[in-house]
């Protein structure tokens, strides 16, 4: 439950205040009481809820948390880059090729690429973009200030990174850590137009992704954004796998509290099945899985 609240909620392009009042619920109630519990055993066992919704649904066997389709292909993740705004393209590769979380990829700031290495320390807080916002960057997921993570920088990562940075050269922001203490970095995202919020949060980068997604043509049959900024740690996550990297290091770059999270969120765990087999017959089933491997290396 815990899992897939956490899923749930990072796929929401919502307004601040809705995410206020849903993220206060899963921390304050749902979690505390359910987040240990599978779906099946609130609904069946502890009769939780009376009807269970899923009783009419067979599922099918190796059946997956996500779903192939919701990961984007090689070529797509290319076509979403090139439909980003200019000063956000950089965001794309930080998520697809680092597995950062959309607020880590905000926060994004000089110190955070040291040699053959991406330090991981901030993320941008949802309430960034208020005027009266001391503490614009916060704590990782899972993590207290003062720690990191630091997960491979590929070259051709930091072939982009040098690319942004002769384009937009970042700019310097004063903010209030959470233990008071007042810090400055050079950040890469901060707006450049006058009247513009001081930081760009999750919330705000959901309307441009959301943009990109539909000028690149990835869109369901209805004309929906088919992917979210999440859909690209999930790209990161499996792409890693599949180039037969163990599961505990990818759910240590992707920041994860447990493992458990890594094979729930990425879905290859599959029944009676091997990491590494269940990564290669899904990549097997796309024209560009060699040139996936590649793309961490």
Known sequence: MGAYAEDWLARRIIGESTYVN????????????????????????????????????????????????????????????????????????????????????????????????????????RRAYREDCKARLIPLKHREEGEYREVPAAPFLCAEIDAHVQVWAPIPLTFQNAVGKIRQVEVFFAPREPGREVMPTANTYGHYFKRACVAAGL????????????????????????????IHEVSRWLGHKSIRSTSTVTSFQSHGTDVEASCSRHWQRRPDRQGLIKFLR
């Open 22 to 125: 849903y993220k206060g619920f899963i921390d304050n109630h749902l979690i505390p009481m359910l987040g240990h519990r599978p779906i099946a055993g609130v609904a069946k066992r502890e009769k939780r809820i009376r009807e269970d919704p899923a009783r009419d649904v067979k599922n099918a066997a190796g059946s997956q948390a996500v779903d192939e389709d919701e990961i984007p292909t090689l070529p797509e993740v290319r076509r979403l880059h090139e439909c980003m705004p200019q000063r956000y393209k950089l965001t794309v590769w930080l998520q697809a090729g680092a597995g950062l979380r959309v607020s880590e990829a905000l926060a994004f700031h000089v110190g955070c690429l040291r040699r053959d290495v991406i330090r991981v320390r901030w993320q941008v807080s």
């Open 219 to 246: 869109v369901d049959a209805e004309g929906r954004p088919r992917y979210h900024p999440h859909s690209l740690r999930h790209f990161f996550a499996s792409t890693a796998l599949a180039a037969g990297i163990p």
